[in-house]
């Protein structure tokens, strides 16, 4: 079983910023996509940005702008740089990485942006 350990989260006010990291907690080859995913409470979990292993990103609708997603591929690790965060944004962020046909998650971090 490999996981990755995604970090990062916490209590932030709104137009604040933090930073998600993921590093793998085992060893992983031959990764290639990356991403990052976020549930809020009584939602489903949705994508929010993905990065190819030749850097190519891909971003939802509603973070364009405010987050980057970069990767360090000697580290196998992917970060989520969220900037000017907004309420909406509160929810449990997971990190996600593709090797061949087998897709590793980490086990998520909180996020709740609140005055």
């Known amino acids: 079983q490999v996981q990755l350990a995604d970090s990062g989260g916490g209590l932030v006010q709104p137009g604040g910023s933090l930073r998600l990291s993921c590093p793998p907690s085992?060893?992983?080859?031959?990764?290639?996509?990356m991403g990052w995913y976020r549930q809020a409470p009584g939602k489903q979990r949705e994508l929010v940005a993905v990065?190819?292993?030749?850097?190519?990103?891909d971003y939802a609708d509603s973070v364009k702008g405010r987050f980057t997603i970069s990767r360090d591929n000697a580290k196998n690790t992917v970060f989520l740089q969220m900037n000017s965060l907004k309420a909406e944004d509160t929810a449990v962020y997971y990190c996600?990485?593709?090797?061949?046909?087998?897709?590793?998650w980490g086990q998520g971090t909180q996020v709740t942006v609140s005055s």
């Open positions: 085992g060893s992983i080859f031959s990764i290639n996509a």
């Open positions: 990065i190819s292993s030749g850097g190519s990103t």
């Open positions: 996600k990485a593709r090797s061949g046909d087998t897709d590793y």
